[in-house]
């Protein structure tokens, strides 16, 4: 699904997905109008303008990860803002694009996307990934009472999880390890689950956190 307040620009955009082979399920010119359509039609991928009219593309972006986790957002944005990419990031996008990307890239930033892989204009992932380590150096929130006990993550699943957080794609974790790219899907799935997480942020964060980025 193709979300764009610029009629031309959109529609351009869907016809170069749907030339590539992608199933352009809906599109869309407004925040409102995005959230009630990708509710409905429920795509694998969003590729999402922030600047949008009625409701900004982060809150758009964060009400539909929320309400389907399944979702992968890819923002294909004018902006390289840094308070920008990292704000979509945080909204629970699965990569950021500017829009000076040619329809190559854009067609291999979507399918990589639908997998899972975190997809960056060059330079952005080296600003995301300093990011996570900013926020795992601020002091968490003293919690009331006991701290649960920390759930048990298989050797398999702490391996990803290290990959994760140094900033490997799936396609390289499955690589590295020697596994499918499916099997790389599914542990992270399974950590996400285990650790009460709701997306590839929050796990790198948690990663960092903990120092796994750096064994």
Not at 89 to 115: F, I
Not at 143 to 150: I, L, T, V
Not at 165 to 191: C, D, F, P
């Amino acid at each position: 699904m193709v979300v764009d307040d610029h009629p031309m620009w959109r529609d351009a955009v869907a016809r170069d997905l749907a030339e590539a082979g992608f199933d352009v399920v809906a599109t869309a010119g407004d925040g409102e109008q995005a959230v009630r359509r990708a509710t409905a039609v429920c795509p694998d991928v969003l590729v999402l303008d922030l600047n949008l009219p009625v409701k900004p593309g982060v809150q758009v972006c964060k009400e539909l990860v929320g309400a389907h986790p399944a979702l992968r957002v890819l923002v294909l944005s004018a902006s390289g803002e840094h308070a920008d990419v990292l704000e979509a990031v945080k909204s629970g996008a699965t990569g950021y694009l500017l829009k000076s990307a040619s329809t190559e890239e854009l067609t291999d930033a979507v399918r990589r996307t639908a997998v899972g892989d975190p997809v960056f204009t060059p330079g952005l992932a080296g600003l995301v990934l300093g990011e996570y380590r900013r926020l795992a150096s601020e002091p968490a929130p003293a919690a009331g009472g006991d701290e649960p006990k920390a759930p048990q993550l298989t050797e398999r699943e702490t391996e990803v999880l290290r990959l994760v957080a140094k900033g490997l794609s799936y396609k390289q974790i499955a690589e590295r390890l020697v596994i499918s790219h499916r099997t790389v899907q599914n542990h992270v799935q399974n950590t996400l689950g285990k650790l009460q997480l709701h997306n590839r942020v929050e796990l790198v964060r948690y990663a960092i956190e903990r120092g796994l980025d750096d064994a």
